[in-house]
């Protein structure tokens, strides 16, 4: 039992956690107290000390722009305006207070107001189904689409667009690099040919994909019921992050060990059991691990397109709020910065663990 849920835990990427559960069977208190400690408690305590230089940073730039603000009140305006300025920034009337690297309270009071909104926006939703419910019913029996909530979206709408466009983008990624790097692997001649297309259309910027994706888009697609924004990001995103996986898919083909396509002659596989019964399983190794940057790239690059695009993620939420000049605007731009790298480090993990799941080799892990 402690051996598989050890097992879990690692094919989890949780690995840190192993010595907590030697500990609580019995196993080496010292050693594994010791291991649980750098493992664990170390990340912790790093966690405590960034939120304290955070805050100290935070109190001493907020300190800096308040002393400025006063002392630009006492050179404009005199000694009383300078004194109520002190008094207003002490009051903590939004009016006047500076507007700078906002502290983790702060952060935190942004979390927590995106998250009542997105209650209250839930709730709208909901009395809306309800005014519409019937109406709906009739529409669908007519044939006809349903009417649709089409107010402001929340944050986690905002996060849920984002993830829909990355998975839609990583699948587009998965379906296109795979199978050319798995031809292109089998073929040196066909490998020297591309190579040079490969290596210049890689380092292309995602605002240059998403031109490109855009003029096209915009000329196949003519139905106005669809979403283009939507058609126009995920579709940037997958080219932008494919390469990473045509490249590794590539080479993990063209260095599958040549006893095992010996195997395959000896046998008479044909091409197709060839690749699916020797080169995949062989290749997985390093097809996951191209994989795995793709994800990466996919999400550090889809915050700049749906920005471009207009898409309403959390791309668009971080723009609006840089526009908006608001008191707690840097806050919740914080917020989505934090929410955007989570989101990208459980993107990793999921993909490790599927790595883990699938294949033989699990040090290239």
Request: proline content about 7%; charged content about 25%.
């Given at each position: 039992m402690k051996n598989k849920s050890i097992k879990t835990l690692k094919?989890?990427?949780?690995?840190?956690?192993?010595?907590?559960?030697?500990i609580f069977s019995g196993e080496e208190h010292a050693k594994n107290g010791k291991l649980f400690f750098k493992q664990a408690l170390l990340p912790l305590l790093s966690i405590v000390l960034f939120i304290a230089i955070w805050h100290a940073g935070a109190t001493a730039l907020y300190n800096s722009e308040a002393s400025a603000r006063i002392e630009k009140a006492r050179e404009e305006q005199g000694e009383e305006a300078a004194i109520a300025m002190e008094k207003c920034i002490a009051s903590g009337d939004i009016s006047c207070q500076p507007n700078t690297l906002p502290s983790p309270a702060q952060v935190y009071s942004?979390?927590?107001?995106?998250?009542?909104?997105?209650?209250?926006?839930?709730?709208?939703?909901?009395?809306?189904?309800?005014?519409?419910?019937?109406t709906n019913a009739q529409r669908e029996a007519q044939g006809l689409d349903p009417?649709?909530?089409?107010?402001?979206?929340?944050?986690l709408d905002q996060i849920g667009t984002s993830l829909k466009t990355v998975a839609a983008g990583f699948l587009l990624a998965m379906f296109i690099?795979?199978?050319?790097?798995?031809?292109?692997?089998?073929?040196?001649?066909l490998r020297t040919s591309f190579n040079w297309l490969i290596q210049i259309l890689k380092p292309v910027s995602p605002v240059v994909w998403l031109l490109l994706v855009f003029m096209i888009v915009k000329t196949v697609i003519t139905d106005p019921s669809l979403d283009k924004s939507f058609i126009i990001s995920f579709i940037s995103v997958g080219l932008c992050a494919m390469w990473a996986t045509l490249v590794n898919t590539s080479m993990g083909v063209s260095t599958v060990d040549k006893d095992y396509i010996n195997v395959a002659k000896v046998l008479k596989l044909n091409i197709g059991q060839n690749i699916f019964k020797i080169i995949l399983p062989a290749s997985l190794p390093l097809i996951f691990t191209g994989l795995r940057i793709t994800v990466s790239v996919a999400w550090m690059v889809l915050i700049a397109i749906e920005l471009l695009a207009q898409s309403p993620g959390l791309g668009s939420f971080v723009w609006e709020e840089f526009q908006n000049g608001a008191n707690d605007s840097n806050a919740k731009i914080i917020v989505a910065m934090f929410v955007i790298g989570i989101i990208g480090f459980l993107l990793d993990r999921i993909m490790l663990s599927v790595q883990n799941m699938m294949s033989f080799n699990k040090s290239m892990a």
């Open positions: 094919m989890l990427g949780l690995g840190f956690l192993e010595p907590l559960i030697r942004a979390f927590t107001a995106l998250w009542e909104d997105h209650l209250s926006i839930s709730e709208k939703k909901d009395d809306f189904r309800e005014k519409v419910a019937d009417i649709t909530y089409t107010g402001r979206p929340s944050f690099a795979v199978p050319i790097g798995i031809i292109i692997g089998l073929s040196p001649s």
